[in-house]
């Protein structure tokens, strides 16, 4: 044998180990890039970025409304799926609360001011939008009795009002 055909036989040998080694390592490799190990942050940006693509106007969008309550249902969601492991974790579920009110308010401002995208976003994120209570005061017994008291005063000067009429016609 030449040395030109040990050096083309080296150059077979390396190429055989190469491609069986990439081979092999190709299931590891898909693995590895799969979210099956990836930690819980990049889970949770790659939910994020697929939310954001879902509402966002163009590809640089990253500060409208409907990419801010994107980002907002995101945690929110988060918060939740925390929230069923760890029932007792008060601060998380005050951040919870706290960014659901802020998700109301960016979606009560995006209702009045642009009701097609408010819409829109609703329908891609899986919200349901609820409108807010009517004011309703608890009715106590100091309030019940103020209220009585004035509604007495008050038919009584009618009375006193309808009698100088009746008097000075």
């Not at 990439?22 to 940006?45: F, I, M, P, W, Y």
């Not at 829109?120 to 609820?130: N, P, R, S």
Request: charged content about 35%; hydrophobic content about 35%.
């Amino acid at each position: 044998m030449s040395s030109n055909d040990i050096y083309m036989h080296f150059l077979y040998l390396l190429h055989e180990l190469v491609s069986f080694s990439v081979n092999r390592t190709d299931g590891l490799v898909k693995r590895l890039l799969s979210l099956e190990l990836a930690c819980h942050s990049e889970k949770l940006q790659l939910k994020k970025e697929q939310m954001i693509a879902k509402v966002q106007r163009d590809e640089n969008d990253r500060n409208s409304v409907e990419v801010k309550v994107a980002i907002l249902t995101t945690r929110i969601r988060n918060y939740q799926e925390h929230l069923l492991k760890h029932h007792k974790d008060k601060a998380n579920k005050r951040r919870m609360l706290m960014a659901i009110d802020r998700r109301k308010k960016l979606l009560k401002h995006l209702r009045l001011v642009r009701y097609d995208a408010f819409e829109k976003v609703c329908e891609q994120l899986g919200i349901t939008y609820t409108f807010p209570p009517e004011y309703h005061r608890r009715a106590t017994r100091r309030w019940q009795t103020k209220k009585a008291f004035c509604i007495k005063v008050f038919k009584e000067v009618q009375k006193q009002k309808a009698e100088q009429r009746a008097a000075s016609s």
